[in-house]
């Protein structure tokens, strides 16, 4: 998932799914999701413009705990409306 900062397409996350359906049902989903939080500026020269941090664009220390306490927190809610039938919600 790229971002525009500052004119520019950098990537500071991505995600990986994969989705096993049954007969009319989801049998089991796989996600992973990856997060450049606090990388400082050693991107090496070739990435610098594809690659960038939360902390670069913020200009702040992301504390790691905290992110990973919201993300869960936004899973958690997408997994709510899932099994209460909202799918078309979070698509």
């Not at 971002?3 to 096993?20: A, L």
């Not at 007969?23 to 690659?51: F, S, T």
């Not at 960038?52 to 409306?81: C, F, H, Q, V, W």
């Amino acid at each position: 998932m790229a971002e525009r900062h500052s004119g520019r397409r950098q990537k500071s996350r991505g995600h990986f799914d994969r989705v096993e359906r049954g007969i009319g049902r989801v049998r089991h989903v796989i996600l992973g999701i990856g997060v450049d939080v606090n990388l400082a500026r050693r991107v090496p020269p070739e990435l610098r413009k594809l690659a960038t941090s939360l902390k670069i664009e913020s200009g702040n220390p992301i504390e790691r705990g905290e992110l990973a306490t919201e993300i869960l927190r936004e899973l958690d809610a997408d997994y709510e409306k899932i099994c209460s039938g909202k799918f078309a919600s979070i698509a």
